[in-house]
């Protein structure tokens, strides 16, 4: 046994483990994004905890609403996605023209989706509010949950397009490398965030109390705040981001280019609309068991997501550097270094899992909610802690599967996997079973280690490692 573990440790450490030089370019790319994330999460916790201060109603309307906002930042995400791909392999060529030109294709794309938010938010928002009331619970508190939900969601709409310009331009320094402020600007936003929240939830310093109105204003305070930091700097500083001189001298984008981005970002964008909205059905299903659920399930996504943001922002360094290397047309060294970040993201998962799930039951006690609203977070906390793992590594399966321009690809594994085997498998349980949810979410979450399984799969063949700028970087150049 001891001569088979010598004979194998060699070739693990080579495929699964970097050397000091690799991780320390990893870590240059994933600390500013976890430090963003994490003060973000951090952030949302305590909003939650602030509003959730003023009853189980507010946190579960505003809860609510924030599932539309979700469904809508994930748009953002998918529209920038396929951009963001060539915007990737642009920068590891060199290519800086092209690049210019898939940020503004990024902003046009963020100014359409933007509107087009505003008119269906506008136009059925009691329609899409009521869908996560219909379970059991006493109606006074669905009627309070409802009028709530609708007042955050109106003060939220002024907070889109500032959000959706930001991740615009944050995407794109991301893809050229610079990580640092992003990062910056979003803990600005946070702190705005956090500060006002206080200020305008319970009325200090003279300003008067606005409950859930407030937390949506301090919200749309911090997004405004976020997008002129990171605008501001980055056109001010012409020697550190020189790549975006020129941006606004013309508003060209080759008519060839915007059409190969459109059909590989396409499905990008169908992807995370589909994704964004199966999660919130998923949430709707489980609502159903209960007004309680909700409130739980807001507290529990708010601490996994605070635990998971370590190794989900592996992804990003997954998405940058194989997109770089598949740019500079190192195809082997790309499905090399997925390998490597893939098992660091694992050992990250791993760690935090025990942790969330040894502290579930009484980190949840600092909200002051129902007692079961707390338990059955912690339920519901642990089930996930379970499965970070799987999360991690089909996390990484995704960014890898996207970085090499399989769009297709990546909208099967994500969002039509989600459709066709999540959604059903979790509406059974919740349909044609007579189990507790204590029972049907731990269930709900065996999704995870299927998709884990198929994205090692995938990521294994190879197929997704293509270059997608070669021939256009090299007649750039």
């Known amino acids: 046994m001891k001569s088979l573990t010598a004979r194998m440790w060699p070739r693990f450490k080579e495929k699964f483990i970097g050397d000091r030089a690799f991780y320390a370019m990893v870590l240059s790319l994933v600390i500013p994004v976890v430090i963003q994330n994490t003060v973000t999460n951090f952030v949302n916790l305590l909003d939650n905890v602030m509003v959730g201060s003023l009853g ?30 060539y915007g990737a392999q642009f920068a590891g060529a060199k290519d800086w023209e092209s690049f210019r030109e898939t940020l503004r294709l990024r902003i046009f794309v963020s100014v359409g989706i933007t509107a087009l938010a505003v008119i269906i938010f506008t136009s059925w928002p009691e329609r899409l509010l009521s869908l996560y009331l219909q379970g059991e619970g006493d109606p006074a508190v669905s009627a309070a949950t409802f009028a709530y939900g609708l007042e955050y969601l109106r003060i939220m709409l002024w907070g889109l397009l500032p959000f959706a310009l930001a991740q615009s331009y944050s995407s794109a320094l991301r893809d050229a490398g610079e990580t640092v402020l992003p990062m910056r600007a979003a803990l600005l936003s946070v702190l705005i965030n956090l500060v006002f929240n206080y200020l305008l939830i319970f009325g200090k310093l003279g300003l008067p109390a606005l409950g859930v109105r407030g937390a949506a204003l301090a919200t749309v305070l911090s997004r405004a705040a976020e997008l002129l930091m990171v605008t501001v700097v980055a056109h001010r500083n012409r020697d550190r981001f020189f790549f975006l001189t020129g941006l606004y001298r013309s508003l060209r984008i080759r008519g060839a280019l915007a059409k190969e981005i459109t059909f590989k970002g396409m499905p990008l964008f169908v992807n995370e609309l589909l994704w964004s909205s199966g999660m919130i059905t998923l949430a709707q299903i489980l609502s159903t068991k209960g007004l309680t659920v909700v409130g739980a399930q807001n507290i529990a996504n708010t601490f996994t997501n605070l635990f998971g943001v370590f190794f989900f922002s592996v992804g990003t360094a997954v998405a940058i550097v194989t997109g770089q290397s598949l740019g500079a047309g190192q195809e082997q060294r790309a499905k090399e270094e997925v390998w490597k970040l893939t098992a660091f993201a694992v050992g990250l998962a791993i760690v935090l899992g025990a942790l969330l799930f040894i502290t579930a039951g009484w980190i949840t006690q600092i909200y002051r909610t129902e007692v079961e609203v707390r338990q059955l977070a912690a339920v519901f906390m642990r089930a996930s ?68 399984v198929l994205g090692l799969i995938v990521v294994g063949s190879g197929i997704w490692a293509r270059n997608l700028v070669g021939d256009k970087a090299g007649a750039s150049v």
Do not use: E
């Open 385 to 452: 802690a379970f499965c970070f793992p799987f999360q991690a590594i089909a996390n990484c399966s995704y960014f890898a599967i996207r970085s090499g321009g399989r769009t297709l690809l990546t909208m099967v594994f994500d969002s039509i996997y989600l459709w066709v085997i999540c959604v059903p498998y979790t509406y059974a349980l919740v349909a044609f079973t007579n189990w507790g949810i204590t029972t049907i979410y731990p269930l709900s979450q065996l999704i995870h280690p299927l998709k884990a």
């Open 56 to 85: 189980t109603a507010h946190m579960s309307g505003v809860a609510i609403a924030n599932h539309l906002m979700f469904v809508f930042n994930l748009s953002i995400f998918g529209a920038l996605s396929g951009a963001g791909i």
